[in-house]
């Protein structure tokens, strides 16, 4: 019973005459496992396995494990059920297989069953013999050689000796290795090259280089290098930016997230991303702040309610300048934010679950709204303009709340002659509804001690708590002689 709950959850992918390939884990990263219906912990197999694993060569596959039937390895795919690959890319893999066998061969190993069913192609698009129940120790002349070169001649239509245009990809084995450690003119001219070879490329290959440029991102490199990296990313493929934009915002740097904002003109859902944007937000640097707080308006309708939530929950914990919070307050106003004034039309089809899940969603962003125009309020900054934001969601917020913590601070400002006539109409709404539900008045908690605490500043919250905890100690220790003594 136990041992099945804790077993790993592998998943069948492929099918060969002499083994099978599971999608697996191991030590948590993702691996395949190569199943063989033979034994290949015993004999000559176990030594050829004990060989390779004390390798390291990317065309080798990198042996994490090995059990009765099988071995744990990188991630890999069959070259014969790849689509779209390129012509180029296929003279590069013939290429690396005959580097491969003559390496095996080098280290008294032959392949005895070669074909395009050895070829494997991992992640970052590298070549890779994977069939190892086909290797054999060396004794006689091996004939892996000649059986590539009828695959090529088959495959390609060329013999194996006069394969070319493959270049491009023997350099990427360099850029990919040494890319950090290369000056920034070798740097330009890889770059250079790749893109003026891209069309050779499949997309696994392409996938690759922009993975290694978006690492590149994350190094302490100079600000000109990385501006470079990111033109050319924009350049490189238009989709791929567009579909990796998360992993591009987890990127933690401050030109690398000025350049996003402003270069960006179209996004894909960027949910997973939310409090990693939100970071730009948090910045005393009023460039960035602006073209983050600038980048979730544009974009509103492309973020849910959830992290558009954290946009806002950030905001009120964030000390903003007038000219920032005058933004927020302008950009709340020109637009319903996620239909709260005006209720979107719904699915008649709409489940319950569906309809109870969304005015959920909408009760909480209503009182993190709230939170934010309250804070600002507080904070005697763009006063009309918060007044006009309260005017305008007040439908959605809890009244009863907004009634009693709000209506006598509003109240100390009508004073105000500047403001009076927009404060008197928030105080008008208030009042109507506590006309309409008297009995608010005697639930609601109208004590003069419960506005005081809304009011409070950080500081002043936090000289309590110290004074409180100062308290809470003396009273543990009364009597000791020893506390009193000490200095507070």
Not at 467 to 474: A, S
């Amino acid at each position: 019973m136990f041992p099945s709950f804790f077993k790993t959850k592998e998943f069948l992918e492929y099918v060969f005459f002499k083994f099978k390939l599971y999608k697996s884990t191991y030590n948590s990263r993702s691996c395949t496992k190569i199943t063989h219906n033979e034994r290949i912990n015993t004999g000559k197999t176990l030594v050829i396995l004990h060989k390779l694993k004390a390798q390291d060569k990317t065309f080798l596959p990198p042996i994490y494990r090995i059990t009765n039937h099988s071995i744990f390895t990188k991630r890999v795919v069959p070259y014969s059920k790849m689509v779209g690959l390129t012509y180029e890319y296929k003279n590069y893999v013939f290429h690396k297989m005959k580097e491969a066998l003559e390496y095996l061969n080098g280290i008294h190993i032959s392949h005895t069953d070669l074909s395009l069913d050895s070829f494997f192609i991992d992640e970052a698009g590298n070549p890779v013999i994977c069939d190892v129940i086909n290797l054999n120790t060396v004794q006689d002349e091996p004939d892996d050689l000649n059986d590539l070169a009828r695959l090529c001649k088959t495959e390609l239509k060329t013999d194996l000796d006069q394969i070319g245009d493959y270049e491009i990809f023997v350099k990427l084995e360099t850029f990919f290795s040494m890319f950090v450690q290369m000056k920034f003119e070798e740097k330009q001219a890889y770059l250079e090259d790749i893109k003026q070879e891209k069309k050779k490329m499949p997309a696994v290959v392409k996938l690759n280089v922009f993975n290694a440029l978006v690492a590149f991102l994350s190094e302490d490199a100079p600000k000109d290098e990385k501006m470079h990296v990111l033109d050319f990313l924009r350049c490189f493929d238009s989709t791929l930016f567009k579909k990796n934009q998360i992993q591009l915002f987890r990127v933690i740097d401050y030109n690398v997230r000025l350049y996003l904002l402003q270069a960006i003109e179209s996004i894909e859902k960027l949910d997973e991303c939310a409090s990693d944007i939100a970071l730009g937000i948090r910045v005393k640097e009023k460039p960035l702040r602006f073209e983050t707080l600038n980048f979730i308006f544009k974009y509103d309708k492309k973020f849910s309610k959830k992290s558009f939530a954290i946009f806002i929950h950030t905001i009120t914990a964030c000390p903003l300048d007038i000219d920032t919070t005058q933004y927020v307050c302008k950009r709340l106003l020109e637009n319903d934010t996620f239909h709260l004034v005006t209720s979107p039309i719904v699915n008649k089809s709409a489940s319950y679950e569906f309809l109870r899940k969304n005015k959920k969603e909408n009760k909480d962003y209503a009182r993190i709204l709230y939170k934010a125009l309250f804070s600002f309020l507080l904070a005697k900054k763009c006063k009309k303009d918060v007044y006009d934001c309260f005017l305008k969601y007040y439908k959605a917020f809890d009244k009863t709340k907004v009634a009693s913590e709000l209506l006598p601070i509003l109240c100390s400002r009508l004073t105000d002659k500047e403001y009076q006539e927009d404060c008197f109409n928030l105080v008008e709404q208030i009042v109507v509804f506590l006309k309409e539900n008297r009995f608010e008045l005697e639930q609601s908690d109208w004590s003069i001690n419960k506005i005081k605490e809304l009011t409070k500043s950080k500081s002043e919250k936090r000289e309590e708590a110290i004074q409180n905890k100062i308290d809470e100690i003396k009273a543990k220790n009364k009597g000791s002689e020893e506390w009193e003594e000490q200095e507070l």
